[in-house]
């Protein structure tokens, strides 16, 4: 007796109500059975569908991916961000790619295979289709800043494109097993967009810019993985899980998955840190320019930091005289702490005022 | 155990927090300034990265605007340590106001020697450690450009006229890409075919005697010069520039685009040896441009050759300021332009090495109007900017108000 009190004044009694808790332990109890609801299960397998109608599938599929690469194609070169937001809803690559999620984690080998079968497809259809336009439209681009911003904006992946890609697919392994929330799943299609990328990925292929053309396929792949790794996850969660035999490969395939979730996330970083040390360059110049000379007005920056230092290309606007550039680029080279390569031009604004009565 | 911890930690912080202060109080800054900017800049301050320790950052500072500024430092009494300086007019004219602080023996001792074979009176080495030398008169040219239409690199200065006239015939280039434009000083690129042209047309020795002041610019010889000069560059069709104005406006750097482009706009850009920088250093990387003498008037194996001397001098007294000068006068700089191009040492004439031991040979001499004096070098770069953009067309009277101003 006095054994049975003393262990329910253990100091790790709060750790262990937690998980005493008789919600939790349901949770986990369902977790362990390996069981979901059937028509959770049927809603995963009927993403992909089997026999005769793959073939009817697979053309609605392959022509939802051209015009949803269409739209997304032209509302790029147009510039207009809600056009391409129209193509995300067309695009039917979430499909496959949940299919691929749920084959994955359900140890489904052919429907795997099928699944990556028309990623493919669809990959090198919306890149043709980008290619396309851009050849029809007869536009030519020579660098990255005569890119249209919904363009140039998907050159330049980062960290943060990964956390949304993430949180987005495992909103997608969420929703794709419950039917009820399927209103949903649009959602997931636009903060997590597909074939925008690859769209892109061909247009500025067409110009030759190899360095963007690899960005934005980049992107797509980040994209990819952190989907199906995600969705694969809040399956697994969901209770979805092989039969016991193959079981054991399960581990290996998801770690497979977050192995390709790690591989784009080096570059990604690798991004992300080169967007923080621009914005830190810019800051450093603008707090520079302001204590060079509080009068002058920044017109236009553009500043790159290299791994030699930084260049900064500064157009600033004033009404006296210029201030020598080397106090500039000292005051420049104090906050960014490294070397400073300052070009910069001087404007006199002069004020002309006139009144018609 | 926890206070172990606890005194643990306070020591790592109290030990880094020295630290961190200690390296902020005692790294002392060295400040060098000069007139290189974009990849000169990072060629040279390879070199100063020698002299640098802990606790002694060498800082170099460019900037186009280099001699104005220098000017405005000095008399505001805020100098850099260390400046790298061409014109030599300046550094006697910084000498003689007392700006400068006279060489340790010991750094005089160290630094390569350049002896100026126009003024050997004249002794800069008591102030100046000489850095790196340019030969002011090359002709930078376009091989294949010649190669298509037959024509071959000049033997005398004739021969150069004529071949200016023949190439303006032609439609498709001009002669020459010409900017004679500078933020700094615009004009000198014009001065250094002045110079080139006198030291071919008065020898060494009516070099030396112009340059000493002996001959009023507005001599019948200088204006001969001038004409000379005309008759090469500012006839029309002669340059890539239609309006004369853009003569003068175009920087000198500028003009290098055109000359270097895919389908040149012209076939001749004069230029010092230290354009290899930004001709992307032909001699070692492109057989399509290559470099002659600027020819004299009879033909000559090795013509004579205008040099600038980029030397470095102090202006305040500190050990470290003298550390990061004895390093400039000990450590050869080659290694450090190797990849750039566009270096050639102080010693070239007295032992020709690299690849613009093949311009030098014959006599040379030093920049005329970069030994002026500030005041009349700003005169005579401003008269030619003035004639330049009129054409020529007033030539004499300008000369003789260059004059009178002298």
């Known amino acids: 007796m006095p054994n049975e009190s003393l262990r329910e004044s253990r100091p790790m009694s709060a750790f262990g109500r937690i998980f005493s808790a ?31 109608e793959s073939f009817e599938f697979g053309v609605r599929f392959a022509t939802l991916t051209s015009l949803s690469a269409g739209v997304a194609g032209f509302g790029l070169l147009s510039d207009s961000g809600a056009v391409v937001i129209g193509a995300m809803l067309l695009a039917p690559l979430m499909t496959p790619i949940a299919a691929a999620a749920g084959a994955l984690v359900l140890a489904q080998n052919r429907r795997l295979a099928r699944a990556m079968g028309y990623l493919v497809v669809g990959t090198l259809v919306a890149i043709a289709v980008g290619w396309v336009i851009a050849w029809m439209s007869g536009v030519t681009y020579r660098d990255i800043g005569e890119l249209p911003d919904e363009v140039a904006s998907r050159t330049f992946p980062g960290l943060l494109d990964l956390g949304v890609a993430i949180t987005a697919g495992a909103a997608a392994g969420y929703i794709l ?34 360095t963007e053309a690899r960005n ?37 395939r998801l770690s497979l998955t977050a192995l390709a979730v790690v591989a784009v996330a080096i570059p990604l970083s690798i991004h992300t840190l080169s967007v923080l040390d621009e914005q ?35 157009l600033v606007s004033g009404s006296g005289e210029a201030q020598p550039a080397r106090l500039l680029a000292e005051g420049i080279h104090e906050r960014f702490d490294g070397p400073v390569e300052l070009r910069l031009r001087y404007q006199t604004d002069e004020l002309f005022e006139s009144v018609v009565r | 155990m926890k206070r172990a911890i606890v005194l643990l930690v306070a020591l790592a912080c109290a030990s880094c927090a020295g630290s961190a202060s200690s390296a902020e109080d005692d790294v002392v800054v060295v400040e060098v300034f000069g007139e290189y900017t974009g990849d000169e800049a990072a060629a040279f301050s390879a070199g100063l990265a020698a002299a640098e320790r802990p606790g002694l950052d060498v800082r170099y500072v460019g900037s186009t605007d280099f001699v104005r500024e220098l000017q405005r430092r000095v008399e505001s009494g805020s100098p850099p340590d260390l400046a790298v300086i061409s014109e030599r007019g300046t550094i006697q004219d910084l000498t003689l106001e007392g700006q400068l602080l006279p060489l340790p023996e010991s750094v005089i001792e160290l630094a390569p020697k350049f002896v100026d074979p126009g003024q050997p009176g004249i002794n800069l080495e008591t102030v100046a450690v000489p850095y790196r030398l340019r030969i002011n008169s090359l002709v930078w040219y376009r091989t294949d450009v010649f190669a298509d239409n037959g024509w071959e690199p000049p033997t005398t200065l004739d021969s150069l006229i004529e071949l200016s006239e023949q190439i303006a015939a032609a439609d498709d280039v001009a002669p020459w890409c010409v900017g004679f434009g500078d933020r700094s000083q615009p004009g000198w690129p014009a001065s250094d075919w002045i110079e080139d042209l006198f030291l ?16 009023p610019f507005d001599d019948p010889g200088v204006v001969a010069v001038f004409r000379d000069f005309e008759r090469l560059v500012l006839e029309p069709g002669h340059t890539n520039v239609d309006l004369v104005d853009d003569l003068v406006r175009v920087e000198h750097r500028d003009a290098a685009a055109s ?22 250093d032909p001699l ?25 001397v980029e030397s470095v001098v102090r202006f305040t007294e500190s050990p470290e300021v003298l550390e990061v000068l004895t390093s400039l006068a000990t450590e050869d700089p080659a290694p450090s332009w190797k990849a750039l191009g566009g270096y050639v040492p102080v010693d070239m004439f007295d032992d020709p090495t690299g690849p613009f031991a093949r311009f030098v040979g014959g006599s040379f001499r030093v920049d005329a109007s970069e030994s002026m004096s500030t005041t009349q070098r700003d005169a005579f770069y401003s008269t030619l ?13 300008q000369l003789e108000i260059l004059e009178a101003a002298e």
């Open chain 2, 385 to 397: 900017v003035d004639a330049t953009a009129d054409g020529f067309s007033d030539l004499e009277f």
């Open chain 2, 200 to 215: 071919r047309w008065g020898g060494p020795d009516g070099y030396d005697f112009w340059r000493s002041g002996g001959v």
């Open chain 2, 259 to 280: 000359f270097l482009a895919a389908k040149p706009e012209c076939a001749m850009y004069k230029a010092s040896s230290a354009a290899a920088a930004w001709l992307d």
């Open chain 2, 284 to 308: 070692r990387n492109d057989d399509r441009v290559d470099a002659f003498v600027l020819p004299g008037e009879l033909p000559q194996s090795r013509p004579p050759v205008t040099v600038s």
């Open chain 1, 22 to 52: 008789p919600a939790l332990r349901e949770f986990v109890g369902r977790l362990r059975s390996g069981q979901p609801a059937d028509e959770h299960r049927q809603a995963i397998d009927e993403l992909l569908p089997e026999g005769d």
């Open chain 1, 280 to 314: 830190r360059l810019e800051q450093a110049v603008r707090d520079a320019t302001e204590a060079w000379d509080e009068d002058v007005r920044i017109v236009s920056l553009v500043a790159n930091s290299t791994d030699g230092g930084a260049v900064v290309e500064l």
């Open chain 1, 216 to 252: 934005a396929l980049l992107l797509y792949l980040t994209n990819l993985a952190a989907i199906t790794f995600a969705a694969g996850l809040m399956l697994l969660l969901a209770g979805f899980r092989p039969h016991t035999e193959v079981r054991l490969r399960l581990a290996r």
């Open chain 1, 177 to 210: 097993p419950r039917r009820s929330v399927t209103s949903a799943l649009p959602g997931v299609g636009i903060s997590v967009a597909l074939v925008p990328p690859l769209t892109v990925v061909g247009i500025v292929a067409r110009s030759g810019l190899w």
